[in-house]
């Protein structure tokens, strides 16, 4: 395994990179892949970077849909799941004629706009009325996203925000819907041989820095209200953009 630091440091930055996203996930329900690889990449290569970034964020999305379990509406979430799992295969087509890079760039630029633009914005889009045929194209989308960059979650979390959903609503779309994305990958880098023995010994390692971050992360967000999520998911997205922008992720 490629390190780019001394052993005793590679560790706290994967530590201290794995609280920290925990805890920004169990906050706001999305952002695990943007703030551990904003940290890890600094320790671990890009390969073993996305698929740790795939097999944590499984568990602290499933952590999440298994909280918000008695929230989950089936009929409004099964577009979004169905979506992304028909998506990922043409996401991984993507990536053999379109560099990841150019779509995570793209992605950035998609995110500093709305994040911007609805924090300045006094009130929201009514797009209630869209139905579930708008759910099913953005989990497409999703899967799409997921399977080329890794970048689950983000869109089904902006579009939440344009529907209007309260919290508990909008994580029991974006939570489940991630968590079954990130399965279908993690069986998808498995049959690959991207596994390694050395990152199922990280992996393991870090478990009790990713139970912390996200048990103080849920803890937070149950004293947000209506108004504080949506400031605080926005402006997440808005960083992530910002983050992905000025580091390219390569």
Known sequence: MDILVPI???LVVFLLGTVAAAFVTGVAGFAFGMVAASIWLFALPPKQTTLMIVAYALLVQGYGAWKLRR????PRLLPFVIGSAA???IGLAVLEWTPAVYL????GALLILFAGYNLLRPK???LKRVGRAGDAGIGVLNGVLGGATGLAGILPTMWCVLRGWPPSEHRAVTQPTAAVTFLILILTFGG???VTTDSIRLFLVGLPALILGTLLGWAIYRRLNETAFRKV???LLLISGIAIIATGWK
């Not at 929230?71 to 089936?74: A, K, P, R």
């Not at 995570?104 to 992605?107: H, K, M, S």
């Open 8 to 10: 005793d440091s590679l």
């Open 71 to 74: 929230t989950i509406n089936l």
């Open 87 to 89: 998506g990922i295969p």
């Open 104 to 107: 995570r760039g793209g992605v």
């Open 124 to 126: 929201m889009p009514d």
């Open 192 to 194: 690959a041989g991207v």
């Open 233 to 235: 998911v926005l402006t």
